[in-house]
């Protein structure tokens, strides 16, 4: 569902950059939406994937001749972070710096928080110190807030913004919207209201983000008054200022709270404000749709997205399998599942996942078992959550020595980074414990050794799992000692039982 904190995040996640001048000419501006060379981005942008160096690949194709110009490196650095590349974001821009190409404030701006995103917030408050004060402009101030807001550091994102007030950098809601968006995501939604006052009283009008983020927080305080307040408030300033992002808060604050009407009557003004050449928007409205449990619009808006979207993606189709599984539509997950399976490109052991857990929500073991095996022969995994899911089934129904199976066969598949969950672990000991099992329950830690040692709370279980069959281990104490575990108060008491 669409969570107040998504917004949050999204919004301090990224950051206006205007157009950057060409070194070499006069301060004149390019178009913000420069075209790329598909040659040269796909290059770099398949760096992050195959390896190979920024720089090197520049040079090369500057030796080639291929032309590179600043506005199209720029573009190329934004859509690489726009895709979660940052770091080779930031190469493009210290190349950029080696051949000495004049960076404005807007470009400053861009790479402080590139630099953020990669070496931390120190080093892009050590960025942001080493610039000239006649470079730095409203851009750069607020790319800096931006990083303060992301990083939850209030009290600097404060104070610098009273900095930017004093500088005559705050002329527009972007700044609010920051500090904002850090309130929601700090738990602080009452701080939201008194912002929005703030803004007001410097006579800057509030955007379709800074409104969005306002109902988000009085759906946060509960505060369906407030909410109503804020819908008022939008309708007096005209149509234009209400966005799809804005109705989809709208929607999942109804829903949270029940009134699936209101919802209901959210989604559709939604529908209408939204793009539908995005398809996030489409995936927003299926996921809204099953938490009102209204299976039909569900699959309307999921025929929409196919039209619409013929070539549907393994995110499409992640949704709506998740919505399927909200609705307890078994067969519809039945029959999305076949379809995705017989067009996917690429397995993707999510979707699996999906279809393995709604089937165990409806005891349907060998159902879920015969999509876990289709896994296992189309995919090289990881199978670590699908184990999973089918070994807490397995415990859960006294069927403990199917879940060691599967156990056993999880070593073999598993690397040594991996972790198991806690819940996982206490499962298995509860069977343990109840069967008194204490060299069923030995062999299990063993191999649980093989990723890392074994921790204060599985100790304990183990010891109840003695206690349980009314067996002594002398050495208890002293493999605790080993592993270097503080003894608690629990624990002594166990061991005062299991060591006599």
């Known amino acids: 569902m669409y969570s107040v904190s998504r917004l949050a995040r999204r919004f301090c996640a990224t950051l206006p950059a205007s157009p950057a001048a060409i070194s070499g000419e006069a301060a004149a501006s390019v178009p913000t939406k420069a075209k790329k060379n598909p040659s040269v981005y796909k290059k770099l942008s398949s760096l992050g994937t195959r390896g190979g160096k920024m720089e090197e690949t520049l040079n ?108 005559n950098h705050v002329s527009n809601s972007l700044p609010f919207n920051n500090l904002m968006a850090m309130y929601l995501r700090i738990g602080q939604s009452e701080k939201v209201p008194a912002l929005v006052v703030a803004m007001k009283q410097k006579n800057i009008t509030p955007c379709d983000i800074t409104y969005s983020m306002w109902i988000q927080s009085c759906g946060s305080l509960k505060d369906l008054d407030g909410v109503e307040k804020v819908l008022d408030e939008m309708k007096a300033e005209g149509e234009g200022i209400s966005s799809w992002d804005t109705f989809a808060n709208l929607a999942a604050i109804y829903i949270k709270v029940g009134l699936y009407d209101k919802a209901e009557e959210a989604l559709k003004s939604l529908e209408n404000k939204m793009n539908p050449h995005i398809r996030d928007c489409y995936h927003f409205l299926i996921s809204l749709y099953a938490g009102i449990a209204n299976a039909s619009e569900v699959y309307r808006v999921w025929d929409l997205l196919k039209k619409r979207h013929p070539n549907v993606n393994n995110s499409s189709y992640l949704t709506m399998l998740q919505a399927l599984s ?53 995919c090289k995994g990881q199978f670590s959550k699908a184990r999973q899911l089918l070994m807490m089934h397995l415990l ?75 067996k002594a281990c002398p050495d208890m104490k002293k493999r605790l000692e080993e592993q270097g575990i503080q003894v608690d108060e629990e624990q002594d008491c166990l061991l005062s039982k299991i060591c006599a």
């Open 60 to 167: 090369q194709l500057v030796m080639e001749g291929v032309p590179v110009k600043k506005h199209e490196l720029i573009r190329y650095a934004k859509d690489l972070r726009k895709f979660r590349q940052p770091q080779r974001a930031l190469e493009i821009f210290e190349w950029m710096e080696r051949k000495e190409i004049v960076f404005t404030g807007s470009d400053h701006a861009i790479r402080l928080d590139l630099i953020a995103k990669t070496k931390g917030l120190e080093a892009a408050e050590t960025y942001f110190n080493s610039l000239n004060d006649s470079i730095k402009n409203q851009s750069t101030y607020g790319s800096l807030l931006n990083c303060y807001c992301v990083e939850k550091e209030e009290d600097k994102a404060k104070a610098h913004f009273e900095n930017m007030v004093d500088l």
């Open 396 to 470: 859960k129904n006294d069927q403990a020595d199917l879940a060691l199976k599967h156990f056993e066969a999880a070593v073999l598949d598993l690397d040594k980074n991996w972790t198991w969950s806690s819940e996982l672990i206490s499962s298995f000991f509860l069977h343990f414990e109840e069967a008194k099992d204490v060299d069923g329950a030995e062999e299990f830690c063993k191999t649980l050794t093989k990723w890392s040692p074994l921790g204060s709370e599985t100790y304990t279980l183990l010891m109840k799992t003695y206690l349980s069959a009314e």
């Open 326 to 378: 909200k609705l307890n539509d078994i067969d519809g997950i039945k029959k999305i599942f076949t379809e995705w399976e017989s067009t996917c490109w690429t397995y993707d052991m999510r979707m699996a996942n999906v279809a393995i857990s709604s089937y165990l929500k409806q005891n349907m073991y060998e159902e879920a078992e015969a999509v876990f095996n289709g896994a296992m022969t189309k």
